[in-house]
């Protein structure tokens, strides 16, 4: 029988996966990572190609089909529970997961590190250190009966990320993340192995945009956004949108007929596809996790990160309360960009 790994990693998305080769890049150890594949194209397609790097540094990944029918999580949580309850450190990508967070329930590892997920994870150490519910910053704040259901299960998560004699907590990260518990240990992410297997990239002339699921998350207008997105592209001679990987394709349909900008699906997260070139002289954003990821994956080069606020004005009715300081405070601990004021519905009188 094989051994368990010293160290077990769940990954859900490719960003996710990324950041854990940054972290990978800055230890040596015996390293399994277990993707938890998502359902949507997009998010499979650019972890099937993120695996194929990982295992090309020598790791050892797992894929299983967490969420393929009802009885799928049973399969995967019994093949898994072997090794989480061996593995000396366990290392996540998302501890807003359910499915982390059950997971984490079943092993007692000393160590403990969560490598990026983005913007989420400023939220997630303002709730760690205020002990707070660990809850997503664009959900509102009425909980339904499946919140209710894994509170325990989420409160249980909580306990077991916050540092203490018996237990060391990392997190690894390119956000800023000051104001965590007591004994929490901070890694800077500088997106070392991203610069050491890519690059330096051929820049473009003109400009690029990148794109952004806050519609699809309900917190920004859709028509606003479009409206936004064709200001954008004429006053930085924009030509090509990079989707994030939620964004819906009646919504690209549509951002390219009424913009005229080509639409690009990346098959790589963002911080490779720029690094790896061609890319814009000016990357043009909304607040998102590149504004602060892109400077450091890009560091070297002369290509400029520009960060459009969200204007109010823009934000659904159905947007929670936190969304627009949240958005802000994304923008505004931004490193290295350039900023700019909101575009396009506001300027043009509303829509």
């Known amino acids: 029988m094989k051994s368990a790994p010293a160290t077990l990693a769940f990954v859900e998305s490719p960003v996710q ?20 594949s998502p359902l949507d194209p997009m998010s499979r397609g650019q972890l099937r190609r993120m695996a194929e790097l990982a295992r090309g540094e020598g790791i050892t990944v797992r894929w299983e089909e967490a969420r393929g029918g009802v009885a799928a999580p049973f399969h995967t949580i019994g093949g898994l ?12 990508g ?79 990260s390119s956000m800023p993340v000051d104001g965590g518990p007591p004994g929490l240990t ?14 330096p990239p051929r820049i473009t002339r003109t400009s690029d945009l990148v794109g952004t699921s806050l519609v699809e998350t309900g917190v920004v207008d859709q028509d606003r956004y479009i409206t ?54 000016t990357v043009v ?15 070297g080069t002369d290509v400029r990160v520009a960060v459009c606020d969200i204007d109010p004005l823009w934000l659904t009715e159905t947007a929670s309360p936190r969304a627009q300081g949240f958005l802000a405070g994304v923008t505004g601990t931004a490193r ?3 900023r700019l004021t909101p575009m396009g519905p506001t300027a043009a009188g509303g829509v």
């Open 228 to 281: 936004a997105v064709g200001a954008l592209a004429r006053a930085h001679n924009a030509t090509r949108y990079f989707a994030h990987r939620r964004e819906s394709t009646e919504k690209l349909h549509r951002l390219h007929a009424e913009t005229g900008v080509e639409i690009v699906r990346p098959d790589l997260p963002l911080e490779l596809i720029a690094r790896r070139g061609p890319i814009g002289r």
């Open 186 to 199: 901070v890694t800077r992410n500088e997106f070392a192995w991203t610069r050491a297997r890519f690059g």
């Open 94 to 172: 998302d501890p807003f997961s359910r499915y982390v967070q059950l997971l984490l329930t079943l092993t007692g590892a000393r160590d403990l590190t969560v490598v990026d997920d983005g913007t989420a994870t400023m939220e997630f150490i303002a709730q760690l250190a205020a002990k707070e519910p660990l809850v997503r910053w664009h959900r509102r704040g009425r909980r339904g009966p499946r919140d209710l259901l894994f509170a325990p299960m989420s409160s249980g998560a909580r306990r077991r990320l916050t540092p203490s004699g018996r237990r060391a907590v990392e997190i690894f």
């Open 285 to 299: 954003s909304f607040p998102s996790t590149v504004v602060h990821t892109l400077p450091l994956a890009l560091a």
């Open 17 to 36: 996966l990324l950041n854990l080769l940054e972290w990978a890049h800055t230890t040596t150890m015996d390293l399994t990572v277990v993707v938890l």
């Open 81 to 92: 529970t072997p090794l989480l309850r061996r593995a000396r450190r366990i290392v996540i």
């Open 336 to 338: 290295d960009v350039q």
